[in-house]
């Protein structure tokens, strides 16, 4: 214990600095100068300064103008609290300083923690959660909005029978699809991006290049049927909900479409953009294949164009960047399809057999026939 030290005296009476030596005792300061030596208890001392890292402490003693004491190693003050427990309650403790800044830098490191907790963990399960329990009106009005700036009327394929033959395939998926909510409507854009959107509420846009890339009728329906398991497992309004603005998250909570327009404007750009997770997207591959197997379509068609997908990737055709985006296509992905595939057996139904395939995915045209 230390109780020896160094420093300035001031009289209060000129801003003269008087060197001396401090003594530490269980009741007071002994102050030793050049003149002589001083007494100073410690209940008559007050602090005004070294409250601070790198702060001089300043004690001080007397009336208006008073005495004061100048030193300038913090570690007076915890040596005084050693030598005075009881009295030196009224100085400041630089171990409650560390111990603020441990505390300080637990909190903030506290604050970081539940932080990143809540981003990663927190706010997927909150959009869970939410989206499990909005109702689909709610959904159909997002979707017919998003749908609305994703393919505008003046931009989709009207070709009639283009638009039979999508909707034909939609309906042979959907009849064996079990107590759904939603109504599927399919919109084809007259666009040359090679992508498919499933939006809330049953929307799905399919874009022409995706269209035309198709060998046949049954590679189309396992486009749709993976797109329609986004919908079904409500994968476009988690991530929504997770990823756009506080007033979408607001809407959701509330069920509130008024501002839909304003909405679907940000949901056709956060579903534009984000990626769905691997969970998502393994989730949608095998009970797409599911579907097509309880609707009698061959999931082979499905395994060839995400087969497509893959090798399209590997010779980095721009084309394909759109749709790998935000629907991933690797290895490990094919032959997961192909396994599940493979467990399917039967009768497979012929899609359109009266008509051309390669002729009608070339029929869009926007505006009219």
């Known amino acids: 214990m230390k109780t020896n030290w160094e420093g300035y005296y001031l009289d209060g009476r000129s801003a003269a600095r008087h060197r001396v030596a401090i003594h530490l005792m269980p009741s007071g300061l002994q102050v030793t100068t050049e003149a002589g030596t001083l007494w100073w208890p410690y209940p008559e001392i007050r602090q005004t300064q070294g409250f601070y890292a790198g702060e001089e402490v300043r004690l001080e003693r007397g009336g208006e103008i008073p005495q004061a004491l100048l030193v300038s190693n913090p570690a007076f003050l915890t040596e005084l609290h050693r030598v005075a427990p009881g009295l030196a309650t009224r100085f400041h403790d630089p171990a409650r300083r560390r111990a603020r800044a441990k505390l300080t830098l637990l909190a903030a490191l506290a604050v970081i923690g539940i932080t990143t907790a809540m981003y990663l963990w927190g706010i997927p399960g909150m959009a869970g959660i939410v989206a499990s329990h909005v109702p689909v009106s709610w959904e159909e009005s997002l979707g ?49 991006t090679v992508n498919a959107i499933a939006a809330p509420g049953g929307f799905i846009v399919l874009f022409r290049g995706l269209v035309e890339r198709t060998q046949t009728p049954e590679e189309l329906a396992g486009v749709l049927a993976h797109e329609m398991q986004h919908v079904v497992r409500r994968h476009a309004t988690r991530l929504l909900v997770q990823n756009a603005s506080t007033s979408l998250l607001l809407a959701a909570l509330t069920g509130d479409a008024r501002n839909a327009m304003t909405l679907g404007l940000e949901g056709a750009r956060v579903l534009g953009i984000l990626r769905y997770s691997r969970q998502y997207e393994e989730e949608a591959d095998q009970e797409g294949i599911r579907l097509l197997i309880a609707a009698r379509i061959d999931p082979a068609g499905m395994v060839r164009f995400f087969e497509s997908l893959k090798e399209k990737e590997q010779g980095k055709e721009p084309a394909f960047f759109t749709y790998l985006s935000t629907h991933p296509s690797t290895a490990d992905r094919v032959e997961r399809l192909k396994s599940l595939a493979a467990k399917a057996d039967g009768q497979w139904v012929t899609l359109l057999p009266d008509l051309q395939w390669r002729e009608i995915n070339q029929l869009c045209h926007a505006g009219g026939d």
Not at 150 to 178: Q, W
Request: overall charge negative; glycine content about 2%.
């Open 144 to 192: 017919g909005a998003v749908v609305e700036n994703l393919a505008p009327a003046s931009e989709r394929c009207t070709d009639s029978t283009l638009a039979r033959a999508v909707d034909e395939i939609t309906t042979t998926l959907t009849r064996t699809l079990p107590a759904s909510p939603y109504t599927f409507r399919v919109a084809v854009v007259d666009n040359l």
